[in-house]
């Protein structure tokens, strides 16, 4: 099955998160909405749900207004949206292959189809780095995509029912779950598992304490991104809610009643979350000679360009040069943000005979929530350097990343109403999902 009956510029965009959503916004209505170029943004699911939120979902305290449809999303921005899986590239008939599409018992509803481009974005994101270590592809749970984050939800409420009321009632009812990885992500798993913990014994299922969390790191510290100082405080924060911290213990195996570590001890686990590293999709590497890094990213250069003229990359699965530092430009949504900003004005250029404009990162710093209890990091900046912050303003500069995301892909006027009445719904339903 083809799709190439328009003459018109085709602009394909793989993958729908941060940066290829807010890619293909931004040019619905530059050039979907004049006519001058045709859009499409290919993703395998239906939902985009911000990433740095998917431990929300994954502890269930995510409000599912947070969850935006991509067809709704392409109709008001001027788009096209495709459900799909990209599987192959011909970059001589300048093609991408689709895999089919099925359901979950296996039927095909969508068959595999192919697609022809102009130019063509590779916006796909990361996946976990299990680094080969034996039993974690089949004993981990994972955070790389929203439907995997709300697979852990699931399982965790099962599993917290089943011990408490259901066919696993004990008299120990205590549920492991154990974080490997010590990163952003794991440790704002842990303080919000931490807080639904507390939230199910409000509501009448367990007692407080009755779920132990433990995060095995390979580091001596957490939070590499962040200064020591920081990192320290966050620490002392995750000890004082109980979270036991295995640092400097590296994972060397994973079974299903647990986790090994390399100094011989073994940590039991009803629930294992892998945090610990992130790569490029495995399929990436042979996408039909596009060159490709140690870890599966797109090699790219300052304009975001591949070794194909007409291929670009964004986002975490880019390896783009940072000038003046050591290694890339990191995996983090301010690096998404601003490149889909720089890639949209580029494409734009480029339909108009123009050079395209060089990317250059701006770091203003790394904050960490801890659920309701606090948030911590570092702000950058020319005027005030590097400045560490804490409490209630950390807190509103970490939701202002939130609200930046939400700007560009809905506009002041929406971000402002979605506020508005997230505030209202917050009032009148659970905090916590259960279901």
Not at 296 to 308: E, F, G, R
Not at 339 to 364: C, E, F, H, I, M
Request: proline share 3%; with cysteine.
């Amino acid at each position: 099955m083809t799709d190439n009956n328009n003459e018109k510029h085709k602009i394909v965009i793989v993958g729908g998160g941060a940066a290829g959503l807010e890619l293909a916004t931004r040019l619905g209505k530059k050039l979907g909405k004049k006519g001058l170029a045709e859009v499409m943004l290919l993703d395998a699911s239906p939902i985009h749900i911000w990433k740095p939120l998917l431990h929300e979902v994954a502890a269930g305290t995510l409000d599912e207004s947070e969850q935006i449809e991509y067809l709704a999303q392409a109709h008001r921005h001027h788009f096209r949206y495709r459900l799909g899986r990209m599987e192959a590239l011909d970059r001589q008939k300048k093609e991408i292959y689709v895999s089919p599409t099925l359901n979950d018992s296996g039927e095909e509803l969508i068959p595999r189809r192919t697609f022809a481009y102009d130019t063509l974005v590779m916006a796909v994101g990361s996946i976990s780095n299990t680094f080969a270590i034996k039993g974690v592809a089949e004993h981990c749970l994972f955070l790389d995509t929203t439907a995997q984050a709300f697979k852990f939800q699931k399982q965790l409420v099962e599993t917290y029912i089943k011990r408490h009321v259901g066919k696993d009632n004990a008299d120990d009812k205590t549920l492991s779950i154990v974080i490997i990885g010590a990163g952003a992500t794991g440790v704002e798993l842990s303080a919000q598992l931490h807080e639904v913990t507390d939230l199910l014994a409000v509501y009448g299922l367990g007692e407080p304490g009755e779920v132990k969390l433990t995060i095995i790191e390979a580091a001596t510290q957490l939070l590499p991104a962040l200064p020591s100082r920081l990192a320290e405080a966050t620490q002392q924060q995750l000890v004082k809610l109980g979270i036991d911290l295995k640092l400097g213990r590296r994972v060397i195996e994973v079974t299903q009643e647990g986790v090994h570590t390399h100094d011989g001890a073994w940590v039991p686990a009803d629930l294992k979350v892998w945090s610990a590293g992130i790569k490029a999709p495995d399929w990436m590497k042979d996408l039909d000679g596009l060159e490709v890094n140690g870890i599966n990213q797109l090699v790219v250069d300052a304009t975001l360009k591949t070794n194909d003229d007409d291929i670009f990359a964004l986002g975490d699965c880019a390896a783009c040069p940072w000038p003046g530092h050591e290694g890339n430009v990191p995996p983090r949504a301010q690096a998404a943000h601003q490149q889909a900003s720089t890639l949209s004005q580029s494409l734009v250029k480029r339909l108009q005979g123009g050079k395209p404009v060089n990317y250059v990162y701006r770091d203003y710093g790394s904050l960490v929530a801890l659920g309701k209890y606090t948030t911590v990091g570092n702000l950058m900046g020319n005027l005030m350097g590097s400045v560490s912050v804490g409490g209630f303003i950390a807190r509103v500069v970490y939701l202002s990343l939130y609200k930046m995301h939400q700007v560009a892909i809905h506009g002041y006027f929406r971000t402002a109403m979605l506020t508005l009445s997230n505030l209202f719904r917050r009032s009148a339903h659970a905090k916590i999902k259960m279901h």
